[in-house]
């Protein structure tokens, strides 16, 4: 049995990308306990993450995943044209709510079809 490995898919879009304010995938203000600046999915939470692997010597163990781009046909497999019509445009836009738990900024779309794509690298 081959020796099981450990990946890392990483881009430095995943580290640009900001889906907003607010806590886990809710909006600043839903939860009233919680602060806009408890949100976990912000560029300094993966620049943070990806800086701590490399500093503890962790990174160079991992095995690289590359983050390529999925195209339509891949992500018509699990989403509407209309939804991903809708996720284009609030992509272009300033973000908003992609479902009910579900929120997501600027720039999304193409963070999305790069998570994907690595997704299916890995598998």
């Known amino acids: 049995m081959a020796a099981k490995k450990t990946g890392l898919m ?13 806590y886990l995938v809710f909006p600043e203000g ?3 306990f919680m602060t806009g600046g408890d ?3 912000t560029p300094e939470r993966v620049t943070d993450a ?10 160079s163990s991992l095995v690289p995943i590359e983050a390529t781009a999925a195209d339509d046909e891949a992500l018509r497999g699990f989403h509407s044209d209309e939804y991903l019509d809708k996720l ?3 992509s272009q836009g ?3 709510m992609a ?3 579900a929120q997501v900024g600027r720039g999304v779309f193409d963070v ?10 890995a598998l």
Request: charged residues 25%.
């Open 10 to 22: 990483y881009s430095d879009e995943f580290a640009r990308y900001n889906a907003g304010r607010g």
């Open 30 to 32: 839903m939860i009233p």
């Open 39 to 41: 949100y976990y999915d």
């Open 50 to 59: 990806h800086e701590m692997l490399e500093k503890t010597g962790l990174l």
């Open 88 to 90: 284009r445009a609030m």
């Open 94 to 96: 300033e973000g908003g």
């Open 99 to 101: 479902g009910p738990m």
């Open 112 to 121: 999305i079809r790069l998570e994907a794509g690595g997704d299916m690298n």
